[in-house]
């Protein structure tokens, strides 16, 4: 698999030996009961190295660190003249909370073709709205084919199946949060053996209720 995969999270000292990178955001941590962002954030640049994150202070951890920049606001504005003045000046930009296909090639337009960036595309929104985000990962990896510099990530892992789906359209990046990182060995148990596995644990939980008599 060509594919990087990222943690999606705040246990990042758990996992970071066993992916090829991490990202985070401020739901993460305050679903975390983080109140320190600075704090958090200090000390989680000392024990990997780099994240991505927003802001001018975020970018200057590191040269690996990556900046997270929605490509709206919650007032509904664009950030691509933000994320076009930045990207110029060389800061590595991670456009996110990308859900349309017109965003999509917002934010390739927005970016420096000279620059390192990502285009996180929310497949996992995307699907929770009954939506197939086929044809948004398609159009972004179309778009980015002839710059190695503009990766394409698939954010909002929610299934196993989506770490193959996303290598096999050509993804570059994929995000994977605790619960689905932690199901990704069942990739290389084989169907019967899983089917096997599901049965022992049906019988199992049934030994521990309590049955009436028949």
Known sequence: MGMKIFYD???????????????????????AGITNYKEFMQKTSREIGGIEQQARYISSLGDNVYVKIPIILPQE???????????????KINVTCIHTEQQIVEAFGSVSKDSSSIISVFAGGISDAANYPNSHIEAAVKLTENHDNIEVLW????????????????????????????????????????????????????????????
């Open 155 to 214: 954010a909002g892992c929610q299934r196993v199946l989506s770490i193959v789906e996303a290598d096999d359209m050509g993804c570059d990046i994929i995000t994977v949060p605790d619960g689905i990182l932690n199901k990704a060995s069942r990739m290389s148990v084989p169907l019967y053996e899983t089917s096997v596995k599901k049965s022992e644990l049906f019988f199992s939980d049934g030994d521990k209720l309590r049955w009436m008599d028949f």
């Open 77 to 91: 504005e664009s950030t691509g003249e933000l994320i076009k003045s930045l990207s110029k000046e060389g800061m």
């Open 9 to 31: 999270g705040v246990n990042i000292k758990k996992y970071i030996g066993d992916v090829d990178g991490v990202t985070t955001n401020t739901s993460y941590i305050a679903q």
